[in-house]
């Protein structure tokens, strides 16, 4: 096998990727790139990347290299140009979650994917915990029936990313929590549950606690919400409730996904306010008795990292496991749920 030479762009989160591809049992050329040059160079000295291999230039470095594979790695509103400029330069790409600010700009890359021929997989790690591998394949399996009621949240109490470019963030983030936090939470239970269709979709969102704080910090147009709630009624008759907060007025942060099924239920929860205390568990009934499983009696093998799959989907010409239909499709359902929250009015999907 020839070496990969895969690119990273973005280097907060994009520290992550670079650290996978190095651990991956492949033989990999890590380039990097970001606009902030201390960055870069002290992301390229912590890993001993040669001054060579690092840009400040994205469009520098897709031409003085040909890369077979792209982390991209910054702000949302990047997520879209960025993608569409590696695939067409020959890339297959990894792209960040959200995959886009909306659907529009969502449907551009999964058609430059489509057309290049390349592979185009959106970073959804939370699939490869093993509570959620856990989960999902105890669905998939029927242990717990037909599934009828999910509800699934990320909530914080006070964890507003300042950090990002939040002045008019519905352009540069394309919403709040919602986009941030509640499409990773809302792509594993629809993964979870088989990604059945959105019927209609009844939402609201929120700026309700810090308002006045993004004004002290000179933000003035502090766009978008700092909780939303939405409910999705499937074509299945599923429903599912999902909710997201960067600042709400309860214990701590909770990441949590229920799911009811006709023949068993299951929780899976990391609940900061107790410890970090994580609580996963299958309910079910045997012979008219109740039992709660844990998932600590589950066998779990896989090493469940994200960068390593995508890699192996290259290497493999297999599709990658969080495709860009996929990203699309919760792109789509979060453009509506913006919609009647905006509109007051139920939508259909
Ligand atoms: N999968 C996850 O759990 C997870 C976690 C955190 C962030 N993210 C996603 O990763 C993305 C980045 O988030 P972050 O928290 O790292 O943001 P950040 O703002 O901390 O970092 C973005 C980086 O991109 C660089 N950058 C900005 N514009 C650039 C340009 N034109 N060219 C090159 N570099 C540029 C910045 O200098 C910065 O280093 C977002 O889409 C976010 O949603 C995902």
Redesign the pocket.
Known sequence: MNTLKIGV?????GNEHIKSYMNAPYDIEIFI????KD?LNTIGTKHQIPLENRFCD?DEMLSSVKLDAVSI????F??KSFTIKALEAGAHVLC???MSVNATDALLMKEAADRTGKKLMI?Y?QRFTKNCRIAQKLISEGVLGDIYFVRTVWHRRRGVPW??PLSEADKTCGGGPLI?LGCHVLDRALWMCGFPKPKWILANTFCAVVGEEAKQRGIDNFSVEDMGVAMLAMENGMMLELEASWASNRESELVKTRIYGTKGGLVIASDYASDNRSINSLFIEKDGILEDVSFSDFEDEDTGDIRISFIESILNDTQPVCTAEQGLTVMRILDKIYLSAKQKIPVEY
Do not use: A, M, S
């Open positions: 762009v973005g280097l907060t989160v790139c970001d606009i902030d960055r994205f790695c910054v702000p949302n990047l997520h960040e979650k959200p970073n790690n950090w990002y941030d």
